[in-house]
């Protein structure tokens, strides 16, 4: 059954480093997003992506943020200057439509660790 | 503002007994899905509500969407220690880009205790 892939699984990084996080969707998906959990809390929306363009995004989702599909396959999420409030679960999720039935699939997640 | 809530948001129950978990919401939306999530792990879908009055069961929990109250239930039926997880529940909002969004509550922590 085809999933979402994430990696890395956990990643750990000092503050104000840049991170890179992976994801590759669903192959015939069409809509991409991003969640975050903090420890212990709910989950939240980042941002949503489609065809090569930010659909909409959040009031977390600063500059400091940036969503990118390189090469067909693989949609990033770039933290350009890490925060220790950026420690959380990263959930990347993918859709094949975007309206009444786009349920989102998410992949397993990767935990950043900001020191 | 799409706002989600949940509760009880910590729940402790016996084997074998059965309990509700509610969900209400504030502004339309006719798509409501529940999540089930492991320590650590990633979001497990449970059921996708897209109408009115929709039910839907899996096993030892059964969900159901009332859109004009607003009001998805999650249902235990004689829970067992397996059950124990967080429980989302996350309602889709519609975007500019014509995608939606999931807005989710605070979730429910489920104990079952032997």
């Known amino acids: 059954e085809p999933e979402v892939t994430q990696t890395p699984s956990h990643q750990v990084t000092q503050m104000g480093q840049e991170v890179i996080l992976r994801c590759v969707p669903i192959?015939?998906?069409?809509?991409f997003y991003w969640y975050r959990q903090i420890l212990g809390q709910k989950v939240e929306f980042l941002v949503s992506?489609?065809?090569?363009?930010?659909?909409?995004k959040s009031e977390i989702f600063d500059d400091q943020f940036s969503v990118e599909r390189p090469d067909g396959s693989n949609f990033t999420l770039k933290i350009r200057s890490t925060k220790l409030e950026d420690s959380a679960m990263y959930f990347c999720?993918?859709?094949?439509?975007?309206?009444?039935?786009?349920?989102?699939?998410f992949g397993p997640g990767t935990r950043l660790t900001v020191l | 503002e799409l706002k989600v809530e949940q509760n009880p948001l910590f729940l402790s129950m016996q084997e074998g007994k059965n309990y509700t978990i509610y969900c209400n919401y504030s502004?339309?939306?006719?798509?409501l899905y529940w999540y089930r999530q492991d320590p650590g792990k990633s979001l497990e879908s449970l059921f996708v509500?897209?109408?009115?009055?929709a039910v839907k069961q899996e096993g030892r929990l059964m969900a159901s969407l009332d859109t004009k109250a607003r009001l998805s239930t999650l249902h235990i039926t004689a829970a067992v220690h397996d059950l124990s997880a967080t429980y989302f529940c996350?309602?889709?909002?519609?975007?500019?880009?014509?995608?939606?969004?999931?807005?989710f509550g605070k979730g429910t922590k489920l104990t079952v205790n032997p």
């Open positions: 509500l897209l109408s009115n009055g």
């Open positions: 502004t339309t939306s006719d798509r």
């Open positions: 996350a309602v889709a909002a519609a975007t500019q880009g014509g995608s939606e969004k999931l807005v």
């Open positions: 992506f489609y065809n090569n363009e930010i659909s909409e």
């Open positions: 999720a993918s859709s094949l439509l975007g309206g009444e039935v786009g349920e989102q699939f």
């Open positions: 192959s015939n998906h069409l809509y």
